[in-house]
């Protein structure tokens, strides 16, 4: 498996994730699929802004997986933290794909000077729970309820991790 920098001829194979994702998992708070047009918008939308878009790939070049960032509220005092969000194929979980993309885009969001990283995990969703922090980032709050998918209730697990320890940023 190779981690590499996503490209337009991805974006079918990222929205397949996604869409299967709304489908059949709680991972994405929506019963509403997103259709090419809506995947190819959310793409360029990060690369003109310069946010990463990464894909897992195998040798044949298909996509196991992918991860991206992006701004975590839209208000300019949250400027330093970032919102991740990571996909694998359920054909591939177990394999070390999702744990890889995180490193990797650990790696970008430190190099572009992120302070904070945040993911937002269902609370059902132990995996990825255990996945976060074994990478280091701590649970920082469980908003109970929050979310509805399936007939049910979901609580959101926000998890944070401090990627460039630093004085106050300047005024």
Known sequence: MRIRNAEAKD???I???YNQAVRETTAAWTGR???LDDRTTWYEGRISKGL????AVDEKENVAGFASYGPFRPKEGYRHTAEHTVYVDPARHRQGIGRALMIHILEIAEAEGIHVLVGGVDGDNHASIRLHEALGFEVSGR???TGTKFG???DLVFLTKVLVPQEAPQA
């Open 11 to 13: 974006i079918p194979a």
């Open 15 to 17: 929205l397949a994730l």
């Open 33 to 35: 699929e997103e259709t």
């Open 143 to 145: 908003l109970p309820q």
């Open 152 to 154: 049910r209730w979901l």
């Open 52 to 55: 990463p878009v990464i894909v």
